[in-house]
């Protein structure tokens, strides 16, 4: 199991779009993932999961994933987040 502090830069936070984004691309990979915000756990390939923690700017969340490409799922999805979503 791998996880990583990350932080949501684009300053609309996660809405629909990047949540819809997160999703698509967790669901590439076979390994669970799942993103932590306060006590809130969510599947990050789950689009409605991922929009209901509410995770606006500047907001650190814990992305963890346990499985045989687990390495790659955390490099991709912290690459959306690194990238704001290619919002700005």
């Known amino acids: 199991m791998?996880?990583?502090?990350?932080?949501?830069?684009?300053?609309?936070g996660i809405h629909?779009?990047?949540a819809s984004i997160?999703?698509?691309t967790a669901n590439k990979f076979d390994c669970e993932i799942l993103l932590?915000?306060?006590e809130t756990i969510?599947?990050?390939?789950?689009i409605m999961g991922v929009i209901t923690m509410a995770a606006g700017y500047n907001a650190t969340l814990t992305l963890s994933a346990n499985g045989t490409d687990e390495e790659a799922a955390i490099a991709a999805i912290t690459?959306?987040?690194e990238n704001k979503f290619e919002e700005e």
Not at 42 to 46: L, R
Request: proline letters at 4%; glycine letters at 0%; zero cysteines.
């Open 22 to 24: 997160i999703a698509q």
């Open 2 to 12: 791998i996880e990583k502090i990350i932080t949501v830069r684009n300053r609309a």
């Open 79 to 81: 690459a959306l987040f």
């Open 36 to 38: 932590t915000k306060d």
């Open 16 to 18: 629909a779009r990047p």
């Open 42 to 46: 969510v599947n990050a390939k789950s």
